[in-house]
């Protein structure tokens, strides 16, 4: 059974750090693009960061400077370093992995990151 199990949120200051993590199991980690997306109250689900199967990274224009995205192959996991936090970022973030061939899509079940004084 596959499993994408995201870890590492939780309530920070503004300003302060989290690191999240997304260790994943029963695929080949290493051939997927792996996403984070996030999902604040009353909004879309949006994309965040990815990191593609050969290490080319990118992140949305808020994001950019303040979060890093990361993988291990060899742990099967995914990380999400994030820095300066803002209560903007308040939000469900989750994990997502994708392949073209063959087509395969995979979510997480989420993990809360709330940024309030």
């Known amino acids: 059974q596959v499993q994408f199990a995201e870890s590492g949120g939780g309530l920070v200051q503004p300003g302060g750090s989290l690191r999240l993590s997304c260790v994943v199991s029963?695929?080949?980690?290493?051939?997927?693009?792996m996403y984070w997306y996030r999902q604040a109250p009353g909004n879309e689900r949006e994309l965040v960061a990815s990191i593609r199967s050969g290490g080319a990274s990118d992140y949305v224009d808020g994001v950019r400077g303040r979060f890093t995205i990361s993988r291990d192959n060899a742990k099967n996991t995914v990380y999400l370093q994030m820095n300066s936090l803002k209560p903007e970022d308040t939000a469900v973030y989750y994990c997502n992995g994708r392949r073209s061939f063959p087509a395969r899509n995979y979510w997480g079940q989420g993990t809360q990151v709330i940024v309030s004084s």
């Open positions: 029963n695929i080949i980690f290493s051939a997927y693009d």
